[in-house]
C-alpha cells in the first residue's frame, strides 16, 4: 500500500468488541503512516467471511471468462 491509499483494516476476535479502548489504539497505529485506513471491527463469523470472500472471487473469474 502507499501511505495516501484507502483501504480497509478489519479486525476480528472477541478483543476488539471491547471497543475504542482496543480500536482506538490500533488506528492510532495506522494513523501517522496510512492516515486514510480505515479500521473496522468484523461483525460476523469467520467462516462466513471467508466463504463470502471465496464466492466473489470465483464469480469475478468466472465473469472473466
Known amino acids: 500500500f502507499e501511505e495516501r491509499d484507502a483501504f480497509p483494516v478489519v479486525l476480528g476476535g472477541g478483543v476488539f468488541r471491547a471497543g475504542e ?3 482506538g489504539v490500533i488506528r492510532a ?5 496510512f492516515p ?3 479500521v473496522v471491527v ?3 463469523d469467520p467462516g462466513e467471511a ?4 471465496t464466492r ?6 468466472l465473469e472473466r471468462c
Not at 471467508?50 to 470472500?53: C, L, S
Not at 466473489?56 to 473469474?61: A, D, I, M, Q, S
Open 21 to 23: 479502548i482496543v480500536v
Open 42 to 44: 468484523a461483525d460476523g
Open 29 to 33: 497505529m495506522f494513523a501517522p503512516q
Open 50 to 53: 471467508v466463504a463470502r470472500i
Open 56 to 61: 466473489r472471487e470465483y464469480l469475478r473469474r
Open 36 to 38: 486514510n485506513a480505515r
